[in-house]
């Protein structure tokens, strides 16, 4: 269609200026937080909201520690960084849609990797219920790339005890 329309591709996540456009997520939680940030647990699809928040966080403030979070069965990142190349996943569970690719960028690798990001996987069955726990308690309707994060909580609320955490 590109070529055909003489029209312009821009990488949903593997561009150094989208990446930079959705770095200013990270800004506004900065500037919300006046800088008092210690965890933010994101989302990882492609990586490049993940990885323009974290480049924005990081510089700011070191010490935020930024965990990236994938669904199980979608997790290319964790695969990724664990081979230390970027791995395409041949079959996917496409349940948590907004973060499941078969290839993340090698842009957003080498930010994750270069900033030391941790990466965990939650299994969709987790995700199916906090999305029912978010809507039971909280009344809010999350789609399953926005209840990812959340989702994590539990595997790493032993760390956040008494500290700012952004989902």
């Not at 933010?40 to 323009?52: D, E, F, M, N, T």
């Not at 669904?71 to 041949?90: D, F």
């Not at 290839?103 to 939650?122: H, K, M, Q, S």
């Amino acid at each position: 269609f590109m070529r055909q329309h003489g029209r312009t591709f821009v990488h949903p996540f593997n561009d150094e200026a989208v990446i930079a456009g959705q770095g200013t997520v990270g800004k506004e939680i900065y500037e919300e937080l006046k800088g008092s940030v210690d965890f933010v647990i994101s989302s990882v699809g492609g990586g490049g909201l993940a990885s323009g928040c974290m480049i924005y966080l990081k510089e700011k403030n070191p010490n935020t520690h930024y965990i990236g979070v994938e669904p199980a069965g979608a997790a290319g990142m964790y695969e990724s960084l664990k081979t230390n190349r970027v791995v395409t996943l041949h079959d996917i569970d496409t349940f948590v849609d907004g973060a499941a690719v078969r290839r993340i960028g090698e842009l957003t690798f080498n930010i994750f990797r270069g900033y030391g990001a941790e990466v965990l996987t939650v299994p969709e069955g987790k995700v199916c219920t906090t999305m029912i726990e978010l809507y039971q308690n909280e009344g809010i309707i999350a789609e399953p790339a926005g209840a990812l994060p959340v989702s994590a909580l539990d595997f790493v609320a032993y760390q956040q005890r008494k500290k700012t955490v952004v989902c």
